[in-house]
T-cell receptor, first 111, second 116 residues
Framework: QKEVEQDPGPLSVPEGAIVSLNCTYSNSAFQYFMWYRQYSRKGPELLMYTYSSGNKEDGRFTAQVDKSSKYISLFIRDSQPSDSATYLCAMSARGNNRLAFGKGNQVVVIP | DARVTQTPRHKVTEMGQEVTMRCQPILGHNTVFWYRQTMMQGLELLAYFRNRAPLDDSGMPKDRFSAEMPDATLATLKIQPSEPRDSAVYFC??????????????FGPGTRLTVT
């Protein structure tokens, strides 16, 4: 079993819809939770970061962490065609700069 | 606008040839990571350095891969001999870590390697 599981299935939504992405993990030592966005043929870029459990909102993006269930989510409200990208979850343990990544979800927002 | 740069951006080579990929981290960053991305495995950490010293290369096939930081502005990843299964996109990322934890890694554009 991989440390981080993310269903890589592509997701197509109409413009303006809410996009919901999630990851599960097995390592209870993970404390830092991140979402990276990767456009086609580009490197990943940090989108959201959350420490421990809770919610974090940044504009149209909301990240949620439920450590008791080992489950993290990313929500994109009012999705735009420019949100079309692959979204990767990543996490790390305290004192360890290694990031464990999910496989990524390809999101396509249809105008 | 500080960025991680990688060369070459694309590389096509024949099986058995040596491949060298280069990375220039963001000036002032003290941690450098090498990743490999494939459709099957996703993004995998190969090795990382702190202040030019290798901290972890457990993700790297030791018999054919080697990673070095000859100086603070250059990291290299070498494959010798290359095999078709090495075909992937190789990313370099850099970050700044002093005390405590840092989650921010800045990725380069990647080197797309094809081994025939």
């Amino acid at each position: 079993q991989k440390e981080v599981e993310q269903d890589p299935g592509p997701l197509s939504v109409p413009e303006g819809a809410i996009v919901s992405l999630n990851c599960t993990y097995s390592n209870s030592a993970f404390q830092y939770f991140m979402w990276y966005r990767q456009y086609s043929r580009k490197g990943p870029e940090l989108l959201m970061y959350t420490y421990s459990s809770g919610n974090k909102e940044d504009g149209r993006f909301t990240a949620q962490v439920d450590k008791s269930s080992k489950y993290i989510s990313l929500f994109i409200r009012d999705s735009q065609p420019s949100d079309s990208a692959t979204y990767l979850c990543a996490m790390s343990a305290r004192g360890n700069n290694r990031l464990a990544f999910g496989k990524g979800n390809q999101v396509v927002v249809i105008p | 606008d500080a960025r991680v740069t990688q060369t070459p951006r694309h590389k096509v080579t024949e099986m058995g040839q040596e491949v060298t990929m280069r990375c220039q981290p963001i000036l002032g960053h003290n941690t450098v990571f090498w990743y490999r991305q494939t459709m099957m495995q996703g993004l995998e950490l190969l090795a990382y350095f702190r202040n030019r010293a290798p901290l972890d290369d457990s993700g790297m096939p030791k018999d054919r891969f080697s990673a070095e930081m000859p100086d603070a502005t250059l990291a290299t990843l070498k494959i010798q001999p290359s095999e078709p299964r090495d075909s992937a996109v190789y990313f370099c990322a850099s970050g700044l870590v002093w005390t405590g934890d840092s989650y921010e890694q800045y990725f380069g554009p990647g080197t797309r390697l094809t081994v025939t």
